[in-house]
């Protein structure tokens, strides 16, 4: 069966920081990638998608950007955090086509003070 | 792009109550429409799909209903219980297609349903 890691579960950053949040899936291969972002326990907002190895597409722009250096390894990172980065970080799966099911990973909640 | 809006923001039922959640789509392309359950803390969860060439799907307690011609689909659980507390999203999306953009979910703001004992 397929599992999805994140880590770190918690994080607390100093703005200005650099950042690096780490997705891993085991158990399925070339799965499209996600990041989301969850502020103030709410909405689901999309950052980053990737459908392959080096492919990332960008949904806002901010400080934040993607790598995807192997096929099941996803990363999301900034130079220099900000207060408004904080949030609850998601990252998902999806099986390749024809299915669009996504699924989430336990997430990593990140306070930048 | 697509867009997705869901009501209420916030619903309160007593135990054994149904609920109904409810979300309208602007694109009529999509016809992959998922609802997730998100816990206090914890990651969304998938609870049940629906694509387009069904009216109706249920899974015990829940089921999702689904009408293409006014672009909107809602989310009905009954016999509410304590244990059904979160927030709810839906989202829509293509279900088949090439580029990227068709790969995407877009979700509703979310529901907080409460179920009072």
């Known amino acids: 069966s397929q599992t999805i890691h994140q880590w770190p579960a918690t994080l607390v950053q100093p703005v200005g920081s650099p950042l690096s949040l780490e997705c891993t899936v085991e158990?399925?291969?070339?799965?499209?990638l996600y990041w989301y972002r969850q502020a103030a326990g709410r909405g689901l907002q999309l950052l980053f998608y990737?459908?392959?190895?080096?492919?990332i597409s960008s949904e806002v722009p901010q400080n934040l950007s993607a790598s995807r250096p192997q096929d099941r390894q996803f990363i999301l990172s900034s130079k220099k955090l900000l207060l408004s980065d904080s949030g609850f970080y998601l990252c998902?799966?999806?099986?390749?086509?024809?299915?669009?099911?996504?699924?989430f990973g336990p997430g990593t909640r990140l306070t930048v003070l | 792009g697509e867009n997705v809006e869901q009501h209420p923001s916030t619903l309160s039922v007593q135990e054994g109550d149904s609920a109904v959640i409810k979300c309208t789509y602007s694109d009529s392309a999509s016809n992959y429409f998922p609802w997730y359950k998100q816990e206090l803390g914890k990651r969304p969860q998938l609870i049940i799909d629906?694509?387009?060439?069904?009216g109706e799907k249920k899974d015990q307690r829940i089921a999702v209903t689904l009408n293409k011609t006014a672009k909107h689909f809602s989310l009905h659980i009954t016999e509410t219980q304590p244990e059904d507390s979160a927030v709810y999203f839906c989202?829509?999306?293509?279900?088949?297609?090439?580029?990227?953009?068709?790969?995407?979910?877009?979700f509703g703001k979310g529901t907080l349903l409460t179920v009072n004992p």
């Open positions: 158990g399925t291969s070339n799965p499209n």
């Open positions: 990737s459908v392959g190895i080096g492919q």
């Open positions: 629906i694509r387009s060439n069904v």
């Open positions: 998902a799966w999806a099986p390749i086509l024809p299915r669009n099911e996504q699924f």
């Open positions: 989202a829509a999306s293509p279900f088949l297609g090439s580029g990227g953009s068709n790969y995407k979910l877009t």
